[in-house]
């Protein structure tokens, strides 16, 4: 067959089954899968797998087995099997580090040097973008690599041998075109052209429905009767981002010349009036003070943070154009947290859905295509003359020296597939981080107690003079002659502790490799 299949580092190519044999390549960073069935050749979950030409030279496939079905087929031994590609090892590390002004590519390899040496980041890493601040408190590294390439813009997957790209979202160009009238040097034939558009779900006109985000620091002031002591706020306020509490000022001058005491500022059902001037209720959105606000137009004056609710509208004209009217749609997400992430979210859902939408599959045998090009489709008789998007390819080995590709592609939107990563970026729900924040490190305290034993033999020599015997039964001996043994047992012992990670708090001396205890390294509080 053209293909070696070597698993845990044997050929087992002439026990699979070529015709299961399918190979599943998905654009960028997203696990490729391979699907094969081994006879009478034992494979365990985790053992690595790699799908290669016979010289070894280019890969079609390489990671380890994920699921094993053991089956028997009359009296031979079937194993059916998944596999994932390299990909996978990253959700298998966690990274507990802070980074500040460091590039991407700088950062990048690090992490990777430190948590997964096997990925090889020295050839095909781009600079990125220089950041000034990252704290990953124990995210697997899969995230933390999701979130630098977020913030920067830039795409990533891991190759066949175990090589990471990270490079800016750019046009992937296919080697070839794919023709109905190829020349078979810049174009080839294909075959079972499946081509399909779809008009059933056109939206030219949306409204984002998302959560909420905090206002800037803004000021309200709020009038009084000089008789009540509790005043309604506009919105639930929160701090202002300059302070750890509410901002609350009473007016002792007039409405023409304001005069603003500052207030001591407790928590309702926490605090008490005795020992603040107002007390704050976020939920009933109250203010209740010690002594009633004069009766004044500004008597009392607030400074914090409201809830601001997102709703975001955008509209397609070309779409408006072309059909001659309005498809409407609303989409509600309330992870949606900043008007920016609603707006990418609207323009993406029209750039999907604003026209007809045209997919397709198509069957090939020329090598050098992949998940994530843009190919040139030509077919006069359907009228399709155009670059698009190769979403997904399956690999079917033909035997001989022949494989068989499927291509699924569609239409190729560079701003949809920079947006859609966009909105896969923030749906990831990063976890926020404090300035003062210290990672933590747990070591490993190792405790051995060996016990030693030694042996003496002694022996109770008789006197020469002295014989003694003792009589036993006829059938087991006339007689035996008496001889005394004892044995001493001596037992010491000795015991040793090593502590294995950040810390020990233990003289140095104690032990090689050990660091000193340090001490006042975390504010707590």
Sequence with gaps: ???????????????????????????????????????????????????????????????????????????TKIFVCDAQDYTVLLNTALVNKIYEDKTDKQIIQDMFTAYLPEIDTTTYIQDGLTNIRLVFNRVSLRQALETIAKNSGYDWYVDYNKKLHYFSVETNQAPFGLSDNPDNAT????????????????INKVTVVGGAYWSDDTSFELAANGQVTELLLPYSIHKPTTSSSLLVYKNIGDDT???????TVGTDYIHSLDDYNCLHNYFEKLLKF????PNLKRAVKVIGRYNVPILVKARSEASYNTY???????????????????????????????????????????????SGQQVKITNALRGIDGYYLINKITTSILGGTHCQYKVEFGEYNPDLVDMLLDIKARA???????????????????????????????????PPDVSRWIALPPDQSVGH???HEALALAETSSRWEQAKGQYCYAPKSNGAGLREGKYEFATYG
């Excluded at 053209?2 to 845990?8: D, E, L, N």
Aim: one cysteine or more.
């Design 481 to 483: 002659h008496i001889r």
């Design 187 to 202: 174009s080839f034939p294909y075959s079972r052209l499946d081509y399909k558009r779809d008009a059933t779900k056109i």
């Design 290 to 293: 010690a002594s009633a606000p």
């Design 428 to 462: 990831i729900q990063y976890q926020a981080t404090r300035e003062d924040e210290v990672l933590t490190e747990l070591f490993e305290q190792i405790e051995a107690l060996a016990l030693t034993e030694s042996t003496d033999r002694h022996e109770d020599a008789f």
């Design 324 to 370: 001659g009217r309005w498809f409407e749609e609303k989409v509600v997400n309330k992870d949606i947290d900043s008007r920016d992430w609603a707006k990418i979210e609207a323009r993406a859902i029209l750039a999907k859905h604003a026209f007809v939408k045209e997919s397709g599959s198509l069957v090939c045998e020329e090598d050098g295509l992949t």
């Design 257 to 263: 010349t304001p005069n603003w005491q500052a207030q």
């Design 1 to 75: 067959m053209q293909v070696k299949i070597k698993i845990a580092g044997v050929d087992v190519s002439g026990s699979v089954d070529e015709k299961a044999l399918k190979i599943e390549s998905i654009i960028t960073y997203r696990i490729d899968t391979c699907g094969l069935i081994v006879a009478e050749t034992q494979v365990n979950e985790k053992e690595e797998i790699i799908i290669s030409n016979m010289a070894e030279t280019v890969r079609y496939f390489a990671g380890y087995i994920a699921n094993v079905d053991k089956k028997l087929e009359g009296i």
